[in-house]
């Protein structure tokens, strides 16, 4: 890991140092020239691409005003003020961006409560716990399409099909087993968690030198950060990992009731 990360660093900076040469090369004002210049690894923020961003700079009726990282300092009736000075203006276009990371029965609107009445939100307060991201300990027939301990894509389209199909297949086991209830086992639930935490330590490492942002949680060091990640591995390790499990077949790691036993809270059998 700690040679991968050098090697990382060595790439990461040259990539970064091309897109400084090339502001340099488009934009003709130094001084915003040198204000645009990304000076934060690549994977820092969310790479973007515009064929005409930089060039919009150059032109006579646009200007760079630069806050130095302090954002604005207040918004007048007719002006933005940023350190002291007025930037009169006829229309104010609010880029807010969108909300990511943030509880989601916040976002949802509804709380999901389990076994005994506990809520999701409680039993993930110190950090999500969930076998492959797809079922959570405690909440059974529950099942989950999300992208924390999960494989993330940017093809997002792509990776919910794949999860959702991994869910029907386990459904369609379920009930070919005769199963009325399914959840993880405990053992299985941590030792997922523990792959995930394991394999978000060089993510999490290369974040920390990031200049403060959601990917970082604004530079504040969250110890419970690299559980609610996504599986770090990437999407095809993790599609592939998914592919193995039921290729075995013997629906490792999850715990079914039966019949009336489990209406009546019976003892769970291992799948």
């Known amino acids: ?29 130094e ?20 064929d005409e961003y930089l060039d919009t700079f150059n032109r006579p009726n646009v200007h760079l005003v630069d806050t130095k990282g302090q954002g604005v300092e207040r918004i007048t009736e007719n002006a933005v003020v940023i350190d002291g000075k007025a930037y009169e203006l006829d229309c104010l276009i609010y880029a807010s961006g969108f909300e990511v990371g943030t509880d989601y029965a916040r976002r949802m609107g509804f709380e ?8 999701l939100s409680e039993r993930w307060r110190d950090g999500v716990k969930t076998l492959h991201g797809s079922y959570s300990r405690g909440f059974p027939n529950c099942f989950l ?16 099909d794949e999860q959702s199909q991994h869910i029907a297949y386990v459904i369609d086991q379920v009930r070919k087993r005769g ?18 935490v394991k394999a978000a ?25 690299a559980r609610n990640s996504q599986y770090w591995r990437g999407p095809v390790t993790f599609l592939r990992l998914l592919d193995k499990w039921r290729k075995e077949g013997d629906l490792d790691g999850l715990e079914m009731t039966y019949g009336s036993a489990a209406e009546a809270g019976g003892t769970p059998v291992p799948a």
């Open 1 to 29: 890991m700690e040679e991968a990360l050098k090697v990382i660093e060595r790439a990461d900076y040259r990539k970064m140092d091309e897109i400084r040469a090339r502001v340099d090369a488009i934009v003709k004002d």
């Open 31 to 50: 001084a915003a020239a040198a204000a645009l210049k990304p000076w934060y690894k690549a994977f820092c923020k969310r790479p973007c691409f515009h």
């Open 112 to 119: 999901v409560y389990g076994r005994g009445g506990m809520s």
């Open 145 to 160: 399409i999300v992208t924390v301990q999960a494989g993330q894509s940017a093809n997002f389209p792509h990776i919910i």
């Open 179 to 196: 199963a009325r209830t399914l959840e993880p086992t405990l053992a299985a639930e941590s030792a997922w968690v523990e792959e995930v």
């Open 201 to 225: 330590l060089g993510r999490q490492t290369y974040l920390a030198e990031c200049t403060p942002g959601y990917y970082n949680n604004e530079g504040v060091f969250d110890p419970i950060a």
